[in-house]
């Protein structure tokens, strides 16, 4: 008898299932706008949203007559950075940075696989738990003095990449506007650790983070994060959402939406303040799909840049720009290759006619990484020896030319320099260091006082996944990242030799003089800017020195 009501039940199911299902499916939608419309005020729709609140006016009464006012940005990482997908911005990319970059590979895929539950959550719906976990995976054991590097010298270039420029220039108007201007940016998606020191150095922002901070605890070897959120943290979270934005809803003819496209800040020129010095070993943003094609490409990755050293040493050097090309290394070769630098005429000077007669060409080159010395080799296709202050024992093991370290000693050096030049060419990098910006940093005028044939290198090099150099990393791994970028590129140009009236032995020059002349020329060629830092300035602008990165231009002769 049992059988006949289940048929019944089958029949009544049968008949409002479709029903059911549309109306389960409008449900869904609606609470899904809803959420959408109904974003927690941290972390708002627009890209920037600002107003002025008067500074007398701490209570919320409206009142206050006093001529300061407090310029509130929304949240830092919603309305100063853009959007890495449908419009939102999330902390994830810039916390998988110090994961990666101040943690390590582990940590950095424990983020990465915590993804799939932070969405399961559901991150505009319960942004708060999402981002303790996410904070407590990149900061659990995390020692504050790499934190403290990472924020230094890693996240500005990011961060100025991302920057919206409509968002930043309205910023300064305001702070231009206001009689005495008190600036709040609230931080409610990233640590203030993360934040204050860019605003200051980079956007000129002397302003109040609100936000989140962390546990710190003193161990032996320092000073650690725990990951966890200081127990005022969450109630300052809450408070943003309703002291100051109570004032934003009150004055709605105060806010600025941007939806339009936005350019890319892509040239130090371009940025607030410029942007020539930073260390990261990731050159692209790690967005959550980006972190995932890292981690799905790196065991390939690793064989294929041991494939491309050994290819690129073993073989006879006729043979490497075929075998380069086929490993998806792009080489370009411009300019003077032929050997008629050792056959044009020159005099030798009455300065240096009690000396032996210098017949090496010196290659002067600006120095993009650690492979300068080989590309010119490659190009040249023979094993010009180079000169270099200081290089790993690895790279030096592998290195297909002869590689002389330098003391930094300056007449040691000369000695050094002019021994190796009577028995043949040599190339060297007078920049002292390696610099990956647009800039080209001051030339040392050792080179121009002991050489009487300098050619002119032009050098770059691309990625687009790896920076192959480092200030704090290990350099012997600087090849071996480069080379792990899927189509690594090197372009390389030899341009003329100088003028023998121009140098110091023919035209009776000052060291100084013909070093700026040769930076120029090289800026000129590459299309980079010239600066007088020097390689202690890059060391002591990334080990944490205080104090802006001022661009001071080198005087041309």
């Known amino acids: 008898m049992a059988f006949f009501p289940m048929i019944n039940l089958l029949k009544t199911a049968a008949q409002y299932w479709p029903f059911s299902c549309y109306r389960a499916a409008r449900k869904i939608r609606n609470y899904v706008s809803f959420l959408h419309r109904s974003r927690p005020a941290t972390c708002p729709s627009v890209a920037w949203c600002s107003t002025l609140v008067p500074a007398a006016d701490e209570g919320g009464a409206g009142g206050g007559g006093g001529e300061a006012s407090t310029i509130v940005v929304s949240d830092f990482c919603c309305s100063l950075l853009r959007g890495t997908s449908n419009s939102i911005s999330t902390p994830f990319p810039y916390l998988m940075l110090v994961a990666f970059e101040g943690g390590s590979l582990l940590r950095a895929l424990l983020l990465l696989l915590s993804y799939p539950l932070l969405c399961a959550i559901g991150y505009m719906s319960q942004q708060l738990i999402s981002i303790k976990i996410m904070v407590f995976i990149t900061f659990c054991g995390l020692k504050v003095k790499d934190m403290d590097l990472v924020a230094r010298a890693v996240l500005p270039k990011f961060y100025l990449d991302n920057l919206h420029p409509n968002a930043y220039h309205e910023l300064a108007a305001l702070i231009m506007g206001a009689a005495s201007a008190r600036v709040v940016v609230l931080s409610t998606s990233l640590p203030r650790v993360m934040v204050a020191g860019f605003l200051k150095e980079y956007l000129g922002v002397d302003a109040e983070v609100v936000g989140i901070d962390l546990k710190v605890i003193e161990a032996e070897g320092g000073s650690y ?333």
């Open 225 to 557: 994060f725990t990951g966890l959120l200081l127990s005022s943290a969450g109630s300052t979270h809450d408070h943003v959402g309703s002291s100051y934005n109570k004032h934003v809803d009150h004055l709605p003819h105060s806010k600025e939406v941007y939806k339009e496209e936005m350019s890319t800040l892509t040239r130090g020129d371009k940025y607030p303040k410029p942007l020539i010095f930073h260390d990261s070993r990731l050159a692209f943003l790690p967005t959550p799909l980006s972190t995932l094609a890292l981690f799905l490409f790196l065991p390939l990755l690793i064989p294929l840049s041991v494939a491309r050293i050994f290819l690129g040493i073993v073989p006879p050097y006729k043979l490497i720009f075929p075998i380069a090309a086929l490993t998806g290394t792009r080489f370009r070769v411009h300019g003077h290759l032929s050997s008629d630098h050792h056959d044009q005429s020159s005099s030798t000077s009455t300065l240096m006619s009690t000396k032996k007669e210098k017949k090496g060409v010196l290659y002067v080159c600006n120095h993009r990484t650690l492979l300068d010395p080989v590309m010119l080799a490659t190009a040249l296709r023979r094993p010009v020896p180079a000169v270099t202050y200081s290089v790993s024992p690895l790279s030096e093991a592998i290195a297909p030319m002869r590689t002389v370290r330098l003391t930094r000693n300056r007449e040691t050096d000369a000695k050094t320099m002019v021994k190796l030049l009577e028995e043949g060419d040599l190339t060297l990098c007078p920049e002292g260091t390696t610099c990956r910006e647009p800039y080209l940093l001051r030339f040392s005028p050792l080179f121009a006082e002991v050489a009487e044939k300098i050619v002119p290198v032009a050098m770059d090099a691309h990625g687009g996944w790896f920076y192959g150099t480092t200030a704090s990393g290990s350099k012997s791994l600087d090849p071996l990242i480069f080379f792990m970028n899927p189509t690594p590129t090197y372009r390389v140009r030899v341009l003329e030799q100088l003028p023998e009236e121009l140098t110091c032995a023919g035209g009776g020059r000052s060291g100084s003089e013909v070093a700026n002349r040769i930076q120029k020329q090289l800026g000129e060629a590459l299309g980079f800017e010239c600066t007088s830092f020097t390689r202690k300035d890059k060391y002591m602008m990334l080990a944490g020195n205080e104090g802006g990165v001022v661009i001071r231009m080198q005087q041309p002769a």
